[in-house]
């Protein structure tokens, strides 16, 4: 069966059941946890804890929104919330002293560390190797454990650790946790952090590479008539494929090209050497079929998150929310920023923009959240993307050497898979133009882009605010501050 096979209902109800039966284990200490073998007295114990850890990524102050289609893409200019009392200007201006902005920030630090510690629970009773835990259970779980550990320590670098270069990954910004008790550990280098990364993705890969289905099977996006469904729906949960994506994002955020650049291949041809590709790029067939504007076939790690609809697309983009609470982009579609945005319009990603008129004002909205009812959606109707094909796609044509090559090979692939006219480039900065501009449309709702002009350092970038100016942007902005809730605890 192929990854855009529909989801059964099974799924639906088994995911509902597990994640409420690991609801109180969530709310207690993750210390308390340690001692609480009952909890992980059999596999279906793990199981339960595990998927904990993807439901509660889920919130609303993480990946179910701050850190995908919410705070995080505001911040990377591509909406126009400079409005009056409009509910997330603060974002737009980097307003890090502002009393609600720091409470999401604290809220991401201890969120993602009390994942963490949940995460290194589970690692602990796996050990070396656990009696009520058969083989294939026992690398699967502690696989995925290490590698949410070492995804979760890469998001928090690339929010709170320095902007990379000889002397900026010599800078004391966080700590790396590797165990549940949550006591205070030191800060730690930028390069030590990112040495932990590394080694836990090398771990969490080693882990998997012999037992996870993902390898020969794909997304296995559907539910046994009969028997477990533990080894299915393998895009959503943190597989090996993701993984080994992970450490290509890494490399290259460390400035490491030519790793960067081997790992991203690695896991395209993979992917792609089968008679029917794993993860393939969506091409005009499956668009002609689907209205799936997640182009989930093509998505190697996603959140599964029921509340989509109303924390996130009737939150934010339903065209009938006031002016000072949603995300648009500056301008009408024909003509504002929208427009100045896609160079081909032809492009699937353009059709995710819609407009409407409200209260005697014309208003575009981002539909790419929406929810879709229609049958055959039910792969990706409640999808967050964290990890997807084409982002190989683009870090593959970033670290190639050979111009034409990385155009050849993969940018222009990557075009066309979204329904747009080849480009051409002379010279590697041209080609970085071209990639950037790439990023822009490729990652919205999804977190990226704030990510990527940090990693440039790039100090002059669109405002969200108009169509066609630019806001400088100073270094120091793309570092978040340690939360208070951190730095009082160093002080003690």
């Not at 409420?20 to 059999?42: A, G, H, Q, Y």
């Not at 990527?452 to 400088?472: C, E, F, M, W």
């Not at 570092?479 to 002080?491: G, Y």
Request: glycine share 4%; aromatic share 12%; net charge negative.
């Amino acid at each position: 069966m192929n990854a855009i096979k529909k989801i059964k209902s099974v799924f639906a109800t088994g995911l509902v059941l597990l994640l409420v039966s690991c609801n109180s284990w969530l709310e207690v200490d993750p210390e308390d946890r340690i001692m609480d073998n009952t909890l992980f007295k059999d596999k279906e114990g793990f199981m339960t804890a595990l998927n904990g850890v993807y439901s509660e990524l889920n919130k609303t102050s993480l990946y179910g929104r701050n850190l995908t289609m919410g705070m995080i893409d505001v911040m990377a200019q591509y909406y126009n919330c400079n409005i009056a009392d409009h509910t997330y200007a603060r974002y737009m201006d980097y307003s890090y002293e502002d009393a609600t902005y720091k409470t999401q920030i604290d809220n991401i630090w201890s969120g993602l560390y009390t994942m963490i510690a949940n995460c290194n629970a589970i690692i602990e009773h796996c050990g070396n190797g656990n009696s009520v835990l058969p083989d294939e259970y026992y690398r699967m779980i502690k696989g995925e454990a290490i590698g949410l550990r070492a995804m979760m320590h890469l998001d928090l670098l690339r929010m709170f650790g320095p902007i990379w270069s000889a002397t900026g990954k010599e800078t004391v910004c966080m700590p790396y946790m590797t165990v549940a008790d949550r006591v205070v550990q030191p800060l730690l280098r930028a390069d030590s952090v990112m040495s932990y990364i590394i080694k836990d993705l090398e771990t969490a890969s080693n882990l998997l590479s012999t037992v996870d289905p993902v390898i020969t099977e794909g997304a296995k996006n559907y539910g046994e008539e009969v028997g477990s469904n533990d080894m299915n729906y393998r895009q959503y949960r943190l597989n090996y494929f993701a993984i080994n994506a992970l450490m290509a994002r890494a490399y290259l955020w460390s400035g490491n090209t030519q790793k960067a650049g081997e790992y991203a291949r690695t896991v395209i041809e993979k992917v792609s050497d089968k008679n029917t590709p794993l993860f393939p790029l969506i091409d005009a067939d499956y668009m002609e079929a689907n209205s799936d504007r997640m182009f989930s076939p093509e998505v190697l790690f996603s959140l599964y998150n029921t509340s989509r609809p109303d924390v996130v697309y009737k939150a934010l983009f339903v065209p009938t929310l006031a002016t000072t609470s949603i995300l648009t982009m500056a301008g009408d579609l024909a003509t504002g920023r929208v427009n100045e945005t896609y160079d081909d319009k032809n492009d699937y990603r353009y059709r995710m923009w819609e407009s409407t008129v409200e209260n005697n004002r014309e208003v575009t909205y981002f539909i790419k959240y929406m929810d879709e009812t229609r049958t055959g959606a039910e792969a990706y109707r409640y999808m967050i993307p964290l990890i997807r094909m084409s982002e190989l796609y683009l870090i593959a044509a970033e670290c190639e050497t050979n111009v034409q090559t990385a155009l050849d090979k993969y940018f222009n692939p990557l075009r066309f898979s979204r329904n747009c006219v080849n480009q051409n480039a002379s010279s590697a900065e041209e080609l970085k133009s071209l990639i950037r501009a790439e990023y822009v449309r490729e990652f919205i709702g999804e977190g990226q882009l704030f990510f990527y002009y940090k990693r440039n350092a790039l100090q002059h970038i669109p405002d969200g605010g108009t169509v066609n100016s630019i806001k400088n942007i100073s270094l120091d902005s793309y570092v978040f501050p340690l939360p208070d809730s951190e730095t009082s605890q160093r002080a003690e």
